[in-house]
């Protein structure tokens, strides 16, 4: 059943190019520079550039990052005949809303952004009782081509850049500090990369993108490191490289299946690299952090929901520092595939109890918005449902 996609990765990722795959070669049209491109340092000498006084890039920061603020009108403190020229050059639109919807009484919300190229990605705010989450989109669609995911099959248009990941994160952390997701904290406390696209097939804006998340307001949003976990298929190079960066953020695995076989067709890379090498990294992340890993498993029926499979995956993660995170597959359109009968995903969180693993089983927020796991078909505008990052990216507690 082994098949062979075409996976694009990204220009600025060649070590992660699995042999026998074809790379793009179209020009990605990036979008103009932003503020949040840019390190505090940088922001001053692009105001003095402009013949500002450099503390204009810290009052300008302050109104992005601390009060979440983008308008010129807004930002009194600036004398009027700077705030337009300073706005039109450190704070262009990046990213224009086509469409907002919601569900869960307004607690869970997904918005479909259109980018200067238009190229469209989504992102999706999660409310609960005790805290917000954004998850957001680190690619214009996807190279990784799993078959059960939306996105997947339609193919990389771009890496985002920094500040189109930071800038979704801000707009929803407006969202948020409006009241508008009510039953919910006002502040946006944590971020998952599990939108759209690869985040570590776009790895150095990613990891600048957490750098600009993390940093104290003005120079970022002051989002604690612990609170932001980036999603991987396993790109095992782009792993190692994340160990060596001494972050605390959380990672997730998405492995799908414990056996190669099965993988090789449920996430094409592990062509690649393969369930024993992907663990491997992903106990050495968790080792070098202190912090539980992920395993993200979508449960498909008869697929990979058997017994034997749940507890050689029980084997594998046994006295590990790994958590399993249980998805029951969302719908995508044209999938041959569904989620497991409930007794069937019962019998499998038993087993991996028993052997000793931590699981739960996600919620499924934002299905009916399309805005669940692996949903997300921003490319099809055709039809009203068009869309849906994952916003059941967190365990139902
Ligand atoms: N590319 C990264 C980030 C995306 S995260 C990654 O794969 O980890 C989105 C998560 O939802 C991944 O675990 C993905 O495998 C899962 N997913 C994709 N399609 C799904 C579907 N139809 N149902 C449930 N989960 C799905």
């Known amino acids: 059943m082994?098949?062979?996609?075409?996976?694009?990765?990204?220009?600025?990722?060649?070590?992660?190019?699995?042999?026998?795959?074809?790379?793009?070669?179209?020009?990605?049209?990036?979008?103009?520079?932003?503020?949040?491109?840019?390190?505090?340092?940088?922001?001053?000498?692009?105001?003095?550039?402009?013949?500002?006084?450099?503390?204009?890039?810290?009052?300008?920061?302050?109104?992005?990052?601390?009060?979440l603020v983008r308008d010129a009108a807004e930002m009194t403190d600036l004398p009027a005949g700077s705030r337009d020229r300073l706005t039109a050059d450190l704070l262009p639109t990046l990213l224009t809303p086509v469409r907002e919807q919601a569900c869960d009484d307004g607690a869970t919300r997904k918005t479909l952004w259109r980018l200067h190229d238009g190229a469209l990605v989504e992102s999706v705010l999660m409310g609960y009782p005790d805290r917000v989450t954004a998850c957001v989109s680190s690619q214009a669609g996807c190279g990784m081509a799993c078959p059960f995911c939306a996105t997947g099959q339609q193919?990389?248009?771009?890496?985002?850049?920094?500040?189109?990941?930071?800038?979704?994160?801000?707009?929803?952390?407006?969202?948020?500090?409006?009241?508008?997701?009510?039953?919910?904290?006002?502040?946006?406390?944590?971020?998952?990369?599990?939108?759209?696209?690869?985040?570590?097939?776009?790895?150095?804006?990613?990891?600048?993108?957490?750098?600009?998340?993390?940093?104290?307001?003005?120079?970022?949003?002051?989002?604690?490191?612990?609170?932001?976990?980036?999603?991987?298929?396993?790109?095992?190079?782009?792993?190692?490289?994340?160990?060596?960066?001494?972050?605390?953020?959380?990672?997730?695995?998405?492995?799908?299946?414990?056996?190669?076989?099965?993988?090789?067709?449920?996430?094409?890379?592990?062509?690649?690299?393969?369930?024993?090498?992907?663990?491997?990294?992903?106990?050495?992340?968790?080792?070098?952090?202190?912090?539980?890993?992920?395993?993200?498993?979508?449960?498909?029926?008869?697929?990979?929901?058997?017994p034997w499979r749940a507890d050689l995956l029980g084997r594998l993660l046994r006295g590990k520092l790994a958590h399993v995170n249980l998805i029951p597959l969302n719908p995508t359109p044209g999938s041959k595939w569904d989620a497991s009968p409930k007794p069937v995903e019962r019998e499998f969180v038993r087993r991996l109890q028993e052997a000793g693993v931590s699981t739960t089983v996600r919620d499924t927020r934002g299905r009916e918005i399309d805005g669940a796991c692996g949903q997300l078909a921003a490319g099809e505008l055709t039809d009203a449902s068009a869309g849906g990052a994952a916003a059941d990216a967190e365990v139902a507690q």
Not at 26 to 52: C, F, I, N, Q, Y
């Open 2 to 67: 082994t098949i062979l996609p075409v996976i694009p990765i990204s220009p600025d990722q060649p070590d992660i190019l699995p042999s026998g795959l074809t790379k793009t070669r179209r020009r990605p049209s990036m979008p103009p520079r932003h503020l949040a491109d840019m390190d505090l340092a940088a922001r001053k000498s692009a105001v003095t550039s402009l013949g500002e006084p450099a503390f204009r890039a810290k009052q300008l920061s302050t109104h992005y990052f601390g009060r």
């Open 155 to 306: 193919g990389l248009t771009r890496n985002l850049s920094v500040a189109e990941i930071v800038d979704q994160v801000v707009y929803l952390a407006g969202v948020a500090a409006s009241g508008a997701v009510t039953g919910s904290p006002p502040r946006l406390s944590r971020v998952v990369f599990m939108g759209m696209g690869e985040p570590l097939a776009n790895y150095p804006r990613v990891i600048e993108t957490v750098r600009r998340l993390t940093a104290p307001a003005p120079e970022g949003l002051g989002l604690s490191q612990r609170h932001i976990t980036v999603s991987t298929v396993g790109l095992v190079p782009a792993m190692r490289r994340l160990i060596a960066e001494q972050l605390s953020v959380t990672l997730a695995l998405s492995l799908h299946a414990p056996d190669d076989d099965l993988r090789d067709e449920l996430v094409p890379v592990n062509q690649r690299w393969k369930v024993a090498e992907v663990l491997d990294a992903a106990f050495d992340y968790a080792a070098q952090t202190g912090r539980r890993v992920s395993i993200e498993y979508a449960l498909i029926r008869d697929v990979n929901d058997q």
